[in-house]
């Protein structure tokens, strides 16, 4: 949805921090992203060439495969680093006074 002035149509926008960190609002979600966090349980890793794959597990049992650039989470998490042990994230989240920031979470290998 655009909004005119005049004869100008802006793009709408959504509130964000000095340094310019928003989620983008027109991004199609993941479908990991209607889960919590710490209801995804890592089981695994598979390499393809280059590609490091995680395997992650919702509480229904159902197993995805995800790489660095997917989405998890609730909190616009992205995938920025796959390990043996991890998936490493960087979470956009509010910090409650309409300012967006950065923080970085993590999904644990379950033994």
Known sequence: ????????????????????????????????????????AMVGTLAQGDTQWALIRTREGVLHYVRVGNYLGQNNGQITRIDEGQVQLTEIVNDGGGEWRERQATVALKQ
Do not use: V, W
């Not at 609002?25 to 889960?35: D, I, N, S, V």
């Open 1 to 40: 949805m655009t909004l005119a002035i005049g004869a100008i149509p802006l793009p709408r926008t959504s509130p964000s921090a000095p340094g310019g960190i928003a989620p983008d609002p027109l991004r199609r979600k993941e479908e990991l992203e209607q889960y919590p966090l710490d209801s995804l």
